[in-house]
């Protein structure tokens, strides 16, 4: 299933993507994709009264409306920092020998065609297309990579949208670089888990202004989605409709020579096989 969240910023609705042009509101039935839905088992629900309706032929047509962020603002939004090997090697550091964390503010979500707004003071702000793993169950101390699959609900496509002076030359975690508000576009929907064959198996990319900047794919991840899952449980508890960050291939304004960052004006384009693509004009501070 492709669940999608549609309407204003704080008023957006729960739906299921059929196809390009359908989609089965569920609103009526459950209150919104957050933490709730995920943890009571609402994907099992959910799936009766898309069908349901699918063949009573209780669909809608997209219209000209905003999408928000697939799921609503997570408890908590964790990202891994140089998880592909050839990215690493573009930045001049060593291949992580386990998953480098760091945390992200909740309140970065935002829709996959909202605008990213550079903060203020910021003087090289990036891009990062990324694999979302968002969290399905409750989950703490899982015994092995294996038993992740079972605690992952699906995947979306985020920006990790990023401020390098701030995350690399202001002291302290690199959190301060991740943070600001609309730094974590999301979407346009969330790929249920069971309907990707192999999520090692993703072509990502990424364009600025119309020129490729990154093109990568999962396949070069150093540590797949259920040896993070398995390994972030090790060390907290992780609840239902949490959004993890799994690092981005090659190609980010910081590892060109001499480094590109964004403007405002920009125009980022992004996404994923399977997984849609995004939008987002970048515009100056407030």
């Known amino acids: 299933m492709k669940l999608m969240r549609l309407g204003a910023p704080g008023a957006e609705r729960p739906v299921v993507r059929l196809d390009a042009q359908r989609y ?40 000209d409306e905003r999408v928000g962020a ?26 992580p020998t386990e998953p480098i964390l760091f945390t992200k503010s ?3 979500l935002v829709g996959p065609f909202d605008d990213v707004r550079i903060p203020r003071g910021a003087t090289k702000p990036d891009w990062e297309v990324e ?3 968002v969290i399905g169950r409750r989950t703490s101390y899982l015994d092995s990579p294996e038993q992740a699959r079972d605690a992952v609900a699906g995947f979306v496509v985020v920006n990790d949208v990023s401020e390098r002076a701030f995350q690399l030359e202001r002291g302290g ?7 600001a508000e609309t730094f974590n576009p999301a979407g346009p929907w969330l790929l249920t888990a069971d309907e990707i064959e192999d999520v090692l198996a993703l072509d990502m990319w990424l364009d600025v202004n119309r020129a490729r900047r990154q093109t990568g794919s999962t ?8 040896v993070i899952v398995h390994h972030l449980s090790q060390f ?10 799994t690092g ?35 515009i100056g501070p407030r």
């Not at 609402?42 to 009766?48: F, H, P, S």
């Not at 907290?236 to 960050?245: H, K, Q, T, Y």
């Not at 981005?248 to 910081?254: E, I, K, L, Q």
């Open 131 to 133: 694999l979302g793993i």
């Open 24 to 63: 089965v509101d569920v609103s009526d039935c459950f209150d919104d994709f957050d933490e709730r839905f995920f943890g009571s088992d609402g994907l099992v629900a959910l799936r009766d009264v898309v069908a349901e309706r699918e063949a009573a032929g209780q669909t809608q047509a997209f219209a």
């Open 236 to 245: 907290m508890v992780l609840e239902p409709g949490d959004l993890i960050n």
């Open 219 to 226: 396949a070069t991840m150093i540590f797949d989605p259920w």
């Open 70 to 95: 697939p799921i609503a603002r997570p408890h908590q939004i964790l990202c891994i920092g140089l998880n592909y090997s050839d990215h690493a090697a573009e930045t001049g550091q060593a291949v």
């Open 248 to 282: 981005t291939p090659p190609g980010v304004g910081m590892g060109f020579n001499p480094p590109v960052w964004l403007q405002a004006g920009d125009v980022m384009e992004l996404g994923i096989s399977g997984l849609g693509s995004q939008r987002q004009n970048v």
């Open 173 to 179: 975690q690199w959190s301060k670089g991740k943070s």
């Open 106 to 108: 909740p309140n970065t």
